[in-house]
C-alpha cells in the first residue's frame, strides 16, 4: 500500500468510526431491539450501493474505494460488504448460495460472539 493509498483509507477509516460512535453514543432501544447498530447497518449498506453505483458510472480511481468502501463503510459498519455481497448473489439469481451466505455469516458471527464472551468469561472466573 502506498502512502497516499493508506491516507485514503485512514481518513474514511477515522470518519466512518466517529459516526458510529456519534450514533450509537446514547442507545436507543425498541422493545428489546437496539436501533442505533441497525441504523448504522443501514446506512453503512446505503452508502456503500450509492459508492458502488457511482464508482462504476464515474470508473473513480481504486482510492475513492479505500475511503469510502473500505475505510468508511468498514469503519462504520461491517454490515455493509454483507449486504453487499448478499445483494450481488440475488442480482445473479444464486438463491442458494444467497440463502447460505446469511446463514453463515449470521449464524458464524453469532456463534463467534457467544464463543468469544464464553471463553472470556471462563478465563476471569478461574
Known amino acids: 500500500m502506498k502512502g497516499l493509498e ?9 470518519l466512518g468510526a466517529f459516526l458510529r460512535y456519534k450514533i450509537t453514543e446514547s ?20 452508502i456503500l450501493g450509492v459508492f458502488i ?19 468508511f463503510c468498514g469503519s462504520l459498519t461491517t454490515m455493509s460488504s454483507f449486504a453487499l455481497d448478499s445483494s450481488n ?8 448460495a444467497l440463502a447460505a451466505n446469511i446463514i453463515v455469516n449470521v449464524g458464524l458471527s453469532i456463534g463467534a460472539l457467544i464463543g468469544g464472551k464464553s471463553l472470556m468469561s471462563t478465563i476471569i472466573s478461574n
Request: charged content about 5%.
Open 6 to 14: 493508506f491516507v485514503f483509507l485512514a481518513a474514511g477509516s477515522v
Open 27 to 46: 442507545p436507543l432501544i425498541f422493545n428489546t431491539l437496539p436501533l442505533n447498530v441497525l441504523i448504522v447497518n443501514v446506512i453503512g449498506a446505503f
Open 53 to 71: 453505483v457511482l464508482s462504476q458510472q464515474w470508473n473513480l480511481d481504486g482510492r475513492y474505494s479505500l475511503f469510502a468502501a473500505i475505510g
Open 89 to 96: 448473489l440475488l442480482e445473479n439469481n444464486q438463491y442458494g
